[in-house]
């Protein structure tokens, strides 16, 4: 299967991340064993692109169900950010720093078995937008079929979570 | 790190899947990459314990979400097949087949940052159980530190989800 996993013909948030936040397993660019989760506005839309490996399954030829949580945690933050950031008037190139949220709560519900061997496509709505919290609601589907829902609260980065000096 | 996943010296439920239910990414024994979480009863709860592997980063030092929503995705199918099992009579090691339980919706939420480095502890309840239906509330620990709390609706495995013969 050609890897489309690592293509970089747009700029997605997770390139823009300040270094010191770019390691997460789901969408760290400086992860080396992560998913590496790419995040795009899609019109008023947010996407997020993956194909998952063989070995991620719940059963044969299904995907299992922490990979598309994890899918749809990373594709929520990166979405909150690039809201955050519109709202200040910036877009994916600009000089501003891009915000980094994080999860306050997830809820996936699965709608029908998502087969393995596709690109799966997650499609975002920014629902509600404060200064620092974010709601998203999520699609997950592959091919034409939706197979989870998603909603996440995420909020920016606190204080707490930065990495020791 | 000594590896503390791998210990034996108890039976999970994860043990007793049928092996055509037997490979998750999450807790199949058969998955060669993945992370083998194994859950049991604990008096009335039901329990897992992970120690997450140093890649497993939200940002350094901290676990990252996909990963705790994997885990209790995992921990709480197996506590609700525990629990179908034991409400039709049966403990593990009995001769009787072991139900499997997909994930109907998964709802996470995340109390405080979860660090890298310790023993994870999953601590299920059993809330909810029908002839199908299970609905699972488990707390995760690092130590004494709660943080993250999850409700799980789990469902024996559809027909549709079974592996082509």
Not at 57 to 78: K, N, Q, R
Not at 80 to 85: K, N
């Amino acid at each position: 299967m050609e890897d489309t996993n690592n293509q970089k013909s747009f700029f997605a948030v997770q390139d823009f991340y300040p270094d010191d936040f770019a390691w997460c397993y789901g969408c760290g660019r400086l992860n080396d064993h992560g998913h590496h989760f790419r995040t795009r506005w899609n019109n008023e839309e947010t996407l997020t692109e993956y194909i998952p490996l063989p070995q991620h399954i719940a059963v044969p030829g299904f995907v299992y169900g922490g990979l598309l949580a994890s899918l749809v945690d990373c594709h929520s933050t990166g979405s909150a950010a690039l809201a955050l950031y519109r709202q200040d008037g910036h877009e994916l190139g600009d000089a501003a720093p891009v915000p980094r949220c994080v999860t306050a709560s997830l809820k996936i519900d699965f709608v029908k078995p998502t087969p393995l061997g596709q690109r799966l496509t997650v499609r975002g709505r920014i629902v509600e937008i404060g200064r620092r919290k974010v709601i998203v609601h999520s699609d997950v589907y592959a091919g034409d079929t939706l197979c989870a829902k998603s909603e996440v609260v995420a909020v920016l980065a606190p204080t707490t979570m930065r990495p020791p000096i």
